[in-house]
């Protein structure tokens, strides 16, 4: 089992900054691909950004630009630096981990609890 917690959301007006953490416990594995959702009201879950372990990221083209995803394997931690913040980036963030071989799935994936995003205009 892998347990993630977020932290770091709240409230920012557009055009402010945020940076997301995630820290991972239990059964880690560096081999693992970590990554970014968000759900914004009335919507569905939706892919920010993800990196694997050898270091390729991916990022959502909603965000190209504006987000970072980076990660810090000594502390078993990911970040998400949001800048250039949107109204429309308003959501729950969350965090996820899975194996290589699974899929972003609630059955195939950890998840966090996730964290409130507010970006006001």
């Known amino acids: 089992q892998v347990q993630l917690v977020e932290s770091g959301g709240g409230s920012v007006q557009a055009g402010g900054s945020l940076r997301l953490s995630c820290t991972a416990s239990g059964r880690t594995y560096s081999s693992y691909v970590m990554g970014w959702f968000r759900q914004p009201p009335g919507k569905e879950r939706e892919v920010v950004a993800s990196?694997?372990?050898?270091?390729?990221?991916y990022y959502a083209d909603s965000v190209k630009g504006r987000f970072t995803i980076s990660k810090d394997n000594a502390k078993n931690t990911v970040y998400l630096q949001m800048n250039s913040l949107k109204p429309e980036d308003t959501a729950v963030y969350y965090c996820g981990a899975r194996s290589p071989a699974s899929r972003w799935s609630q059955v195939d994936a950890y998840w966090g609890q996730g964290t409130q995003v507010t970006v006001s205009s």
């Open positions: 990196i694997r372990s050898d270091g390729s990221i």
